[in-house]
Protein backbone atom coordinates (compact mmCIF):
# COMPACT_ATOMS: atom_id res chain seq x y z
CA UNK A 1 0.00 0.00 0.00
CA UNK A 2 1.41 3.44 -1.00
CA UNK A 3 -0.21 7.02 -0.90
CA UNK A 4 -1.53 6.77 2.52
CA UNK A 5 -2.65 3.11 2.96
CA UNK A 6 -5.01 3.61 0.39
CA UNK A 7 -5.38 0.32 -1.62
CA UNK A 8 -4.92 0.70 -5.08
CA UNK A 9 -7.19 -1.82 -7.03
CA UNK A 10 -6.85 -2.07 -10.80
CA UNK A 11 -9.88 -4.02 -12.94
CA UNK A 12 -8.92 -6.40 -15.54
CA UNK A 13 -11.63 -6.84 -17.76
CA UNK A 14 -11.58 -10.22 -19.68
CA UNK A 15 -13.85 -11.85 -22.37
CA UNK A 16 -15.47 -14.73 -23.24
CA UNK A 17 -16.19 -16.18 -27.02
CA UNK A 18 -19.21 -17.85 -27.29
CA UNK A 19 -19.49 -20.61 -29.66
CA UNK A 20 -22.87 -21.97 -30.88
CA UNK A 21 -23.46 -24.91 -33.12
CA UNK A 22 -24.22 -24.38 -36.54
CA UNK A 23 -27.76 -23.20 -37.00
CA UNK A 24 -29.65 -23.65 -40.95
CA UNK A 25 -31.12 -20.03 -39.93
CA UNK A 26 -27.82 -18.47 -40.57
CA UNK A 27 -28.13 -18.59 -44.62
CA UNK A 28 -31.85 -16.97 -44.75
CA UNK A 29 -30.12 -14.17 -42.14
CA UNK A 30 -27.51 -14.13 -44.58
CA UNK A 31 -29.81 -13.86 -47.93
CA UNK A 32 -32.52 -11.70 -46.10
CA UNK A 33 -29.72 -8.69 -45.19
CA UNK A 34 -27.89 -9.51 -48.85
CA UNK A 35 -31.58 -8.25 -50.18
CA UNK A 36 -31.25 -4.87 -47.68
CA UNK A 37 -28.06 -4.61 -48.95
CA UNK A 38 -28.06 -4.59 -52.76
CA UNK A 39 -30.89 -2.31 -52.76
CA UNK A 40 -28.66 0.14 -51.39
CA UNK A 41 -25.07 -0.99 -53.03
CA UNK A 42 -24.83 -0.51 -57.02
CA UNK A 43 -25.71 -3.64 -59.57
CA UNK A 44 -22.13 -4.50 -59.90
CA UNK A 45 -21.46 -5.09 -55.91
CA UNK A 46 -21.02 -8.53 -55.41
CA UNK A 47 -22.28 -9.79 -51.57
CA UNK A 48 -20.88 -13.07 -50.15
CA UNK A 49 -21.80 -15.10 -46.90
CA UNK A 50 -18.53 -15.36 -45.72
CA UNK A 51 -16.68 -16.72 -42.17
CA UNK A 52 -17.64 -19.96 -40.55
CA UNK A 53 -21.93 -18.86 -40.75
CA UNK A 54 -21.57 -19.54 -44.43
CA UNK A 55 -19.98 -23.17 -43.90
CA UNK A 56 -22.52 -26.01 -43.43
CA UNK A 57 -22.43 -27.65 -40.26
CA UNK A 58 -19.65 -25.58 -38.87
CA UNK A 59 -19.94 -24.23 -34.81
CA UNK A 60 -19.32 -20.64 -35.29
CA UNK A 61 -19.85 -17.12 -33.32
CA UNK A 62 -23.51 -16.50 -34.56
CA UNK A 63 -22.44 -13.31 -36.51
CA UNK A 64 -23.00 -13.35 -40.40
CA UNK A 65 -20.02 -12.44 -41.71
CA UNK A 66 -20.54 -10.54 -45.46
CA UNK A 67 -18.21 -9.71 -48.11
CA UNK A 68 -18.78 -6.93 -50.09
CA UNK A 69 -17.03 -6.72 -53.23
CA UNK A 70 -16.87 -3.27 -55.73
CA UNK A 71 -14.95 -3.18 -58.90
CA UNK A 72 -14.34 0.30 -58.13
CA UNK A 73 -13.23 0.44 -54.47
CA UNK A 74 -12.65 4.63 -54.84
CA UNK A 75 -16.57 4.15 -54.78
CA UNK A 76 -16.33 2.73 -51.04
CA UNK A 77 -16.72 6.11 -49.15
CA UNK A 78 -19.79 6.91 -51.00
CA UNK A 79 -21.51 4.08 -50.00
CA UNK A 80 -20.72 4.64 -45.83
CA UNK A 81 -24.27 6.40 -45.29
CA UNK A 82 -26.30 3.78 -47.30
CA UNK A 83 -25.11 1.06 -45.60
CA UNK A 84 -25.29 3.10 -42.18
CA UNK A 85 -28.59 3.79 -43.01
CA UNK A 86 -29.87 -0.27 -42.56
CA UNK A 87 -29.04 -0.20 -39.29
CA UNK A 88 -24.68 -0.72 -39.23
CA UNK A 89 -22.37 1.07 -37.28
CA UNK A 90 -19.01 2.32 -39.74
CA UNK A 91 -15.94 1.38 -37.95
CA UNK A 92 -13.04 3.17 -39.82
CA UNK A 93 -10.00 2.60 -36.68
CA UNK A 94 -8.69 -0.36 -38.89
CA UNK A 95 -8.22 1.48 -41.83
CA UNK A 96 -5.07 2.54 -40.84
CA UNK A 97 -3.91 -0.82 -41.37
CA UNK A 98 -5.85 -1.90 -43.82
CA UNK A 99 -6.83 0.56 -46.40
CA UNK A 100 -8.13 -1.27 -48.66
CA UNK A 101 -11.37 -2.34 -46.64
CA UNK A 102 -14.19 -0.83 -45.27
CA UNK A 103 -16.21 -2.60 -41.43
CA UNK A 104 -19.01 -2.09 -40.42
CA UNK A 105 -20.70 -3.75 -37.39
CA UNK A 106 -24.46 -4.57 -36.89
CA UNK A 107 -25.84 -5.44 -33.08
CA UNK A 108 -29.61 -5.90 -32.19
CA UNK A 109 -30.90 -5.48 -28.95
CA UNK A 110 -27.03 -5.32 -27.87
CA UNK A 111 -26.33 -8.08 -29.26
CA UNK A 112 -23.75 -8.17 -32.59
CA UNK A 113 -25.42 -9.93 -35.78
CA UNK A 114 -23.46 -8.67 -38.78
CA UNK A 115 -20.01 -7.89 -39.56
CA UNK A 116 -19.46 -6.20 -43.48
CA UNK A 117 -16.08 -5.95 -45.06
CA UNK A 118 -16.33 -3.98 -48.19
CA UNK A 119 -12.93 -4.12 -50.32
CA UNK A 120 -12.42 -4.51 -53.94
CA UNK A 121 -12.83 -7.70 -56.25
CA UNK A 122 -10.01 -9.58 -56.71
CA UNK A 123 -7.95 -8.28 -53.88
CA UNK A 124 -6.17 -10.82 -52.04
CA UNK A 125 -8.16 -10.28 -48.94
CA UNK A 126 -11.74 -11.00 -51.61
CA UNK A 127 -9.76 -14.30 -52.66
CA UNK A 128 -8.22 -15.42 -48.95
CA UNK A 129 -11.95 -15.40 -47.51
CA UNK A 130 -13.44 -16.96 -50.43
CA UNK A 131 -11.27 -19.47 -51.00
CA UNK A 132 -10.95 -20.36 -47.12
CA UNK A 133 -14.62 -20.77 -47.14
CA UNK A 134 -14.88 -23.03 -50.19
CA UNK A 135 -12.44 -25.18 -48.67
CA UNK A 136 -14.61 -25.59 -45.69
CA UNK A 137 -16.85 -26.40 -47.60
CA UNK A 138 -15.72 -28.77 -49.25
CA UNK A 139 -12.93 -30.63 -46.64
CA UNK A 140 -15.56 -31.49 -43.89
CA UNK A 141 -12.23 -33.04 -42.19
CA UNK A 142 -10.54 -29.56 -41.85
CA UNK A 143 -13.91 -27.90 -40.55
CA UNK A 144 -14.14 -30.17 -37.81
CA UNK A 145 -10.37 -29.60 -36.89
CA UNK A 146 -11.02 -25.35 -37.25
CA UNK A 147 -14.58 -26.00 -34.93
CA UNK A 148 -12.72 -28.34 -32.60
CA UNK A 149 -10.15 -25.12 -32.04
CA UNK A 150 -12.57 -22.69 -31.95
CA UNK A 151 -13.93 -24.45 -29.14
CA UNK A 152 -10.61 -24.72 -27.51
CA UNK A 153 -10.02 -21.23 -27.51
CA UNK A 154 -13.70 -20.39 -26.68
CA UNK A 155 -12.81 -22.20 -23.16
CA UNK A 156 -10.21 -19.38 -22.51
CA UNK A 157 -10.76 -15.29 -21.24
CA UNK A 158 -9.02 -12.84 -24.00
CA UNK A 159 -8.50 -9.11 -23.83
CA UNK A 160 -10.88 -8.63 -26.50
CA UNK A 161 -11.65 -10.11 -29.84
CA UNK A 162 -8.73 -9.20 -31.97
CA UNK A 163 -6.50 -11.43 -29.50
CA UNK A 164 -8.94 -14.09 -29.86
CA UNK A 165 -8.83 -13.71 -33.47
CA UNK A 166 -4.90 -13.55 -33.60
CA UNK A 167 -5.06 -17.50 -31.71
CA UNK A 168 -6.78 -18.72 -35.10
CA UNK A 169 -4.60 -16.96 -37.10
CA UNK A 170 -2.29 -19.64 -37.52
CA UNK A 171 -4.59 -22.65 -38.60
CA UNK A 172 -6.54 -20.29 -41.03
CA UNK A 173 -3.20 -19.40 -43.10
CA UNK A 174 -2.60 -23.11 -42.96
CA UNK A 175 -5.85 -23.76 -44.61
CA UNK A 176 -5.31 -20.70 -46.70
CA UNK A 177 -2.15 -21.86 -47.84
CA UNK A 178 -3.70 -25.15 -48.83
CA UNK A 179 -6.76 -24.10 -50.98
CA UNK A 180 -4.02 -21.55 -52.75
CA UNK A 181 -2.27 -24.90 -54.00
CA UNK A 182 -5.41 -26.64 -54.68
CA UNK A 183 -6.27 -23.33 -56.71
CA UNK A 184 -3.18 -23.30 -58.59
CA UNK A 185 -3.52 -26.62 -60.06
CA UNK A 186 -6.43 -26.65 -61.03
Known sequence: MGGGGRKIIIACQVMRIAISEYSPLWPKIFDDEAALLARQLPGSAVIEHIGSTAVPGLAAKPVIDILIGLADFAQANSFVPRIEQLGYEYVPQYETEMPFRRFFRK??????????????????????????????????????????????????DWQDMNEYADAKTDFIRSVEAEAARQCEKS
Open 107 to 156: EQSGVRTHHIHMVAIGTDFWQRHLRFRDYLRTHPETAAQYAALKHTLAAR
